[in-house]
């Protein structure tokens, strides 16, 4: 059913990942810049409020028929928690209360898992900075799809089950592709998660764990935010690997749309993302953007030349990478891993 999907490998480069450069030819040009870096004292109240709005939810449905509960799950409890993951991903990059207090970011991380029903916070963070400092590497970014997805999934009815499935791949891929030793950070986070659902099953029985678990694996899938998955680096024009989005929908997602601005200074929050391209127009305003995730996510399926293989593939350089990413030793944060050792001891 539909046409088979034309490219049959990655779209192979030897040129270094356009992000680096494009952030020292702005920062030369505009230093003002610098000033948009830092934390955004806003997130912490955002996340308290709709993790706050998810629990009255969760209550609230209680009582209703499961067709409610089902239809609440995509369309509230999927577009909140769709939103969620994204707030965790501003404080994965410690922009909730930066980067001198990765406790406290690590601690509002574990709070916005909570609606989600599933534990993800910290291993995201864990992978998620890899794939800016490793984007498109052959072995480190495990945000590609694998050959296995690339050659499976190249026909119009498999490509709509690969948006259905986008969480489950998102989810296993890196153990594959990547895999790393369960952290005392990560164990922290599951018991939490556990303890959470533990006591809304209590309180209120099944139907608002469903709506939970099943509001975020839907509101990941086929669903108008999960656009972005796809719109973020799946190449529709030959070469281009990043691609921007401004449409009304940054609203709900932390600006998450601005990805090349994103990937070009991700110390910068989203909420200030925006200026970025008001101040250095000229870096952006020609570089291919995407109008619309509901129609990234039409084409990605019915178009026989865009599948999983679609996305630009490089192997980074050791030199490049040390030279890109050379940074001064931490030691607030090598003291506050001392600290949240001893509250996994204790706990």
């Not at 898992?113 to 490793?134: A, Q, T």
């Not at 040390?322 to 030793?329: A, D, G, I, L, V």
Request: glycine share 6%; hydrophobic share 40%.
């Amino acid at each position: 059913m539909g046409a088979q999907v034309s490219q049959t490998d990655y779209e192979w480069v030897y040129t270094e990942e356009p992000h680096a450069t494009r952030r020292k030819e702005i920062l030369a040009k505009y230093p003002e810049v610098k000033k948009l870096m830092g934390h955004e004292p806003r997130t912490k109240y955002i996340v308290a409020a709709v993790v706050l709005f998810q629990i009255l939810s969760l209550y609230l449905i209680k009582d209703a028929s499961w067709v409610t509960v089902v239809i609440l799950a995509y369309c509230l409890g999927g577009t909140i928690n769709h939103s969620l993951t994204l707030a965790i991903h501003e404080i994965s990059h410690n922009l909730a209360f930066g980067h001198s207090y990765p406790l406290a970011n690590r601690i509002l991380g574990y709070i916005a898992n909570l609606p989600l029903g599933v534990p993800m916070s910290v291993s995201f963070k864990k992978y998620h900075l890899e794939h800016h400092r490793y984007q498109g590497d052959v072995e480190r970014d495990v945000d590609i799809p694998t050959e296995l997805e690339g050659k499976f999934f190249t026909r119009t009815w498999s490509k709509l089950v690969y948006c259905l499935l986008m969480p489950y791949f998102y989810t296993i891929r890196p153990l594959f592709i990547r895999p790393k030793p369960l952290t005392g950070l990560e164990i922290i986070n599951i018991i939490i998660q556990v303890v959470f659902d533990i006591c809304i099953y209590y309180l209120w029985g099944i139907k608002p764990v469903f709506y939970m678990i099943a509001g975020t694996l839907m509101g990941t899938g086929l669903h108008p935010l999960s656009g972005h998955f796809i719109a973020e680096h799946y190449m529709f024009i030959k070469g281009c690997e990043t691609y921007s989005y401004y449409g009304p929908l940054n609203y709900l997602t932390f600006n998450v749309g601005y990805h090349n601005e994103h990937h070009d200074f991700p110390y910068i929050p989203g909420s200030r993302l925006y200026k970025v391209k008001e101040i250095a127009q000229e870096f952006y305003d020609n570089l291919p953007q995407h109008s619309s995730w509901c129609r990234v996510i039409s084409n990605f399926i019915t178009d026989p030349s865009i599948g999983p293989f679609s996305r630009v593939r490089r192997r980074i350089k050791k030199d490049y990478e040390e030279k890109t990413y050379k940074r001064r030793p931490n030691t607030k944060w090598k003291d506050t891993c001392r600290l949240e050792e001893v509250v996994f001891a204790i706990l």
